[in-house]
C-alpha cells in the first residue's frame, strides 16, 4: 500500500478502491488517479481510513522485509504488484534444460514474466482438480482458466492450486494464473464484483493476468443476461485492478484488427496480452502482426486443432492428422502436437495445451524444449495457412 491523504475512487460490494489523487471527472464511470488500497466494503470507511492507513503501513512494512529476505529482492520491490513505474520482478521458476534457442518467458510491455507455456483448463470439467494437480507436479507454473461455467471448472483449478502450494511449500508468487471476464459479466460495478469472486474461487489475493474474454455477447453466449456495460466498461475496470496492484498484466481473447485498435485509443493502460485461436490451418498472421507491432504478447488457444470440432464431423481436428505435420514429427521422432507447439513457440507466441494425460502434459512442457524447427520447416508449416487436407 502507498497511503497518504486518500479518496474513494471505485466501489463494488466487496471492496473500496482508494486514491491518493483527486478524481478528474470525465464522466460518470471513469476516474484518473493512482490507486494505493483496497479496502473491505463491510468496514465503514469514513471513520475506518485513518486507523487502516496506521496499520496497513506497519503490515506493509513487515511485508517487504519478509518478502525481500526469501526472494533476494531490494527491501521496497514487492512481488505480485508490479505496475507499469516500477522494476520488473524476476519471479523464481521451474527451468528445465531445454534448446537455447527458446525462451521460458516473455516479458510483457510492463516489466511483467510471463511463462510462454501454460496449461489451459478448458472443457476439463470434473476432472479440472486432477489435472491441474499433475500438470503443476510435472513442472507447468502457468495456468490459465476463466469464469465462464459452461466451459470452465475455476472453483476446481482454485482447490488445486490450494492444495498443491501448501502440500509442496511453494509460494503463490512461483505461479502465474490467469482468468478472464465473461462478457455477461461486463461493466465497471460487475466486472469488479465477478473478479473478486475469482480471487476467492483461486484461493489468491491477486492474478498474474486478467482477459475480457469476447468483446461482445456473440449468438447466445451470455443466454438471456443482458450486460451493464460493454467491453469499454469492463476495460476502465480492469485499469483499476491492475493500477490497485490485483491484476499485474491485463489483455483481452478473441479481439480482431479492428476491435484492437479501438481498444488501444480507449486504453489508458496498455494491454499486454492478446488470446485467440491460432494453430497451423488458421494462423491469424494478420492479427499476430499488428499485436506484435505494437508490443503485445499473443498466447495461443486451441492450437492443436479442438476448435475444428466445432465446425462439423468433417473437419474433425485435421491438424493433428495433417499429413505435413506428420511428416515433420516423424522425422524428428517427435509428436505432431509437439511440433505444432514449437512452432508457436519459435513465433514468440505463448501455448496453453490442455490435457489430463501426464505423458502429455509432459510432452507438451519439457518434449518441446528439447528439439528445433529449422526454416524449412517453419516453411511447410507457414504453407498450411487457409487449406484443409482433402
Same mark, same amino acid.
Request: aromatic share 8%.
Given at each position: +500500500?502507498?497511503?497518504? #491523504? ?9 471492496? +473500496? ?24 466494503? =463491510? ?6 481510513? !485513518? ?15 519478509? +518478502? ?29 534444460? =531445454?534448446? #537455447? ?40 507454473? =502457468? ?38 471476464? =465473461?462478457?455477461? &459479466? ?8 465477478? +473478479? ?69 485509443? &480507449? ?55 495433417? !499429413? ?28 496453453? !495445451? ?37
Amino acid at each position: +500500500f502507498l497511503l497518504g #491523504p486518500g479518496r474513494l475512487c471505485v466501489c463494488n460490494s466487496h471492496f +473500496f478502491i482508494i486514491s491518493t489523487e483527486d478524481k478528474t471527472e470525465r464522466g460518470h464511470s471513469d476516474h484518473e488517479g493512482k490507486i494505493s488500497a483496497v479496502v473491505p466494503k =463491510h468496514m465503514k470507511y469514513p471513520k475506518l481510513v !485513518p486507523a487502516l492507513c496506521v496499520i496497513a503501513v506497519f503490515i506493509t512494512a513487515a511485508r517487504l522485509v519478509y +518478502f525481500s529476505a526469501w526472494s533476494n529482492l531490494p527491501f521496497g520491490i514487492e512481488g505480485p504488484s508490479e505496475s507499469l513505474n516500477r522494476s520488473p520482478q524476476t519471479a523464481r521458476s521451474f527451468q528445465p534444460k =531445454h534448446s #537455447p534457442a527458446l525462451q521460458d518467458s516473455a516479458k510483457l510491455n510492463n516489466g511483467v514474466l510471463m511463462p510462454l507455456i501454460g496449461f489451459g483448463t478448458a472443457g476439463l470439467g470434473g476432472n479440472s482438480l486432477q489435472a491441474v494437480q499433475s500438470a503443476l507436479d510435472i513442472g507447468f507454473r =502457468h495456468i490459465d482458466t476463466a469464469q465462464a461455467r459452461e466451459w470452465y471448472r475455476e472453483d476446481l483449478v482454485g482447490a488445486a492450486l490450494a492444495t498443491w502450494l501448501k502440500d509442496n511449500g511453494i509460494p503463490r508468487e512461483n505461479l502465474f494464473l490467469t482468468t478472464k471476464i =465473461h462478457p455477461r &459479466h461486463f461493466g465497471r460495478t460487475t466486472t469488479l464484483d465477478v +473478479f473478486a469472486n475469482s480471487l476467492s474461487d483461486l484461493h489468491t489475493m491477486y492474478l498474474d493476468l486478467v482477459l475480457l474474454h469476447y468483446p461482445y455477447c456473440w449468438g447466445n453466449l451470455c443466454g438471456s443476461i443482458q450486460p451493464e456495460g460493454s467491453w469499454r466498461d469492463a476495460w476502465r475496470a480492469l485499469e483499476d485492478l491492475h493500477t490497485a496492484g490485483k491484476a499485474r498484466a491485463i489483455g483481452v481473447s478473441n479481439f480482431n484488427t479492428a476491435e484492437m485498435r479501438k481498444l488501444l485509443e &480507449h486504453a489508458e493502460v496498455m494491454p499486454q496480452v492478446l488470446q485467440i485461436h491460432i494453430d497451423p490451418l488458421a494462423q491469424n498472421r494478420q492479427l499476430m502482426k499488428f499485436s506484435q507491432e505494437e508490443g503485445i504478447q499473443v498466447e495461443a488457444y486451441s492450437s492443436l486443432g479442438t476448435q475444428w470440432g466445432l465446425v462439423g464431423p468433417d473437419h474433425h481436428n485435421p491438424v493433428l492428422s495433417h !499429413p505435413v505435420l506428420q511428416e515433420i514429427a516423424r522425422e524428428l521422432n517427435r509428436t505432431v502436437a509437439q511440433v505444432v507447439l514449437r512452432w508457436l513457440l519459435q513465433l514468440k507466441v505463448a501455448v496453453i !495445451p490442455r490435457s489430463t494425460n501426464a505423458t502429455h502434459q509432459r510432452e507438451a512442457l519439457l518434449g518441446v524444449k528439447e528439439f528445433e524447427l529449422q526454416p524449412r520447416h517453419m516453411e511447410a508449416i507457414s504453407a498450411l495457412d487457409g487449406t484443409l487436407p482433402k
